[in-house]
């Protein structure tokens, strides 16, 4: 990728989020006296600034190759940014406050993409570690190996009763499973077991039927054919009844 000053200064003055970003004092190359610049950081690059709204950056470091470590100068705070070989330019910062240089310094320090490689490398050993050490855990269980994963550790949810026609069908003969508690507490078995609908209440009969019913119940408790036999024969009359009616009256 070919870089020039024009992409440089774009990219430093775009909207793209800083890594970190504030006013630090950097020591002359020549001149000993430090002069206060506008700091941006972005990836491994480190551009600098005279303002903090100027428009194009005086320079860029490229963290690369380079170890930043504390120094002992007249100044307060002072940090420097080194680089390997002889004739390569070393870049002495001060900031204004402990926080703020610690704060550059860790940031300067973790920039670099020989830092970025070597913490994808101990995230990779640390996944491999956690592959072996599951696969130990399988090996050691009974479990089919496609049926051996972290989930399976998980607690059972509880049981939903199965469905018919989008109704929940509920099992009300004595002795039946019931769906396991989710709670702990022993005063709640009530409250967290589930409970059948409930039943619908039923028709009201006039008083003729009422009395008739329980004149025939009162003859004879245990013969439900007879009360069986009442009925039909009084549902044939009144179909009869309807049927004449429908007719019409005879010619």
Not at 42 to 65: A, C, H, Q, T, W
Not at 229 to 240: D, I, N, P, S, W
């Amino acid at each position: 990728m070919k870089l020039n000053e024009r992409s440089l200064a774009f990219y430093a003055t775009c909207d793209s989020p800083a890594d970190n970003a504030g006013f630090l004092y950097k020591r002359g190359e020549r001149h000993t006296a430090y002069h206060r610049r506008w700091f941006v950081l972005k990836g491994n690059m480190l551009f600098y600034f005279e303002e903090r709204d100027s428009r194009e950056p005086v320079g860029v470091i490229v963290l690369e190759g380079c170890n930043v470590e504390l120094c002992d100068a007249a100044e307060n705070y002072t940090f420097a940014i080194r680089f390997g070989g002889t004739k390569s330019r070393t870049y002495v910062l001060a900031a204004e406050n402990q926080a703020a240089m610690e704060s550059w310094v860790k940031s300067l320090s973790r920039a670099s993409f020989d830092y970025m490689r070597l913490v994808v490398r101990e995230l990779e050993k640390q996944l491999q570690e956690m592959s072996r050490g599951l696969a130990a855990g399988c090996a050691g269980s009974r479990e089919p190996p496609g049926l051996c994963k972290p989930e399976s550790r998980l607690r059972a949810l509880p049981a939903v009763p199965a469905k018919e026609n989008g109704c929940a069908v509920w099992n009300n003969v004595l002795g039946a499973e019931r769906l396991p508690r989710t709670s702990g507490c022993a005063g709640d078995d009530e409250e967290e077991s589930p409970r059948p609908p409930p039943v619908p209440p039923r028709r009201r009969a006039s008083s003729g039927e009422a009395a008739s019913a329980g004149a025939a119940v009162a003859q004879s408790p245990s013969a439900f054919h007879r009360l069986h036999e009442q009925y039909r024969l009084e549902v044939a009359r009144l179909r009869q009844d309807w049927e004449q009616r429908r007719r019409g009256p005879r010619p």
